[in-house]
């Protein structure tokens, strides 16, 4: 059996590597990030999943954005991807930025140190976690069921299980603006050549695709 991988797959960062700006709110879930500045080359292509009309771009982008689900059995986040609240759950209303469809279609696992029970929507399941990256890991593992599993973000929890040397692939997306501060992925790209091979492929989008394998 083929070794389950822990992916990271389309994370956009700025040119100054942050993933999202400062002052998350339940309406600026990137902060003062505009997130469609992040994921504009994603949102341009063919197979965006929120496309409403006919056309968008096909080529490398596009390829990217389509292989965001393939062999995906589960997906870990952080606490600020799921929720803006912070402390302890005062109830248990919020169920995530994505409405009665969450994109995931897989379970979910959230890290946050304020436990609340299970749910699920569509058929998506959100578990909730206070543990090691390497236990969330086996536990993810074994909830995807032979699959790999997608380290979601934000930047924060990738660079956990990257300091914990749990992540096998990155694909990061650096988009052409800069946020100045926020949540940082890196200070340069060239940080994690000492443990990964990395390509570097530029996009006519104006976005440039960084690949990093072991």
């Known amino acids: 059996m083929a070794a389950q991988l822990l992916r990271v797959q389309n994370f956009g960062v700025s040119r100054d590597g942050y993933g999202a700006g400062e002052g998350q709110s339940a309406q600026t879930p990137f902060g003062h990030a505009d997130p469609a500045s992040i994921f504009a080359w994603a949102g341009a292509t063919a197979s965006w999943p929120n496309r409403t009309e006919p056309g968008g771009s096909r080529g490398l982008d596009d390829y990217f ?3 965001f689900h393939h062999n995906i059995g589960a997906e870990i986040m952080g606490a600020n991807k799921f929720s803006p609240h912070r402390g302890p759950w005062e109830n248990h209303d919020w169920l ?3 409405g009665d469809e969450p994109p995931f279609h897989t379970p979910v696992f959230v890290m946050t140190h304020h436990l609340r ?4 929507l569509s058929d998506t399941t959100f578990h909730f976690v206070d543990d090691e990256p390497a236990v969330v890991l086996e536990k993810a593992r074994e909830a995807a069921d032979g699959k790999d599993v997608r380290l979601g973000g934000g930047a924060a929890i990738i660079r956990s299980f990257l300091d914990a040397d749990l992540v096998d692939t990155l694909h990061v997306a650096v988009c052409d603006i800069e946020l ?3 949540s940082r992925l890196w200070e340069r790209p060239t940080d994690l050549e000492d443990r990964f091979r990395h390509e570097v492929i530029p996009s ?3 976005v440039t695709h960084h690949l990093f394998w072991r």
């Open 65 to 67: 954005t389509r292989d």
């Open 96 to 98: 995530g930025w994505w």
């Open 117 to 120: 029970p299970s749910f699920t």
């Open 180 to 182: 100045g501060a926020g």
């Open 204 to 206: 006519p989008s104006g």
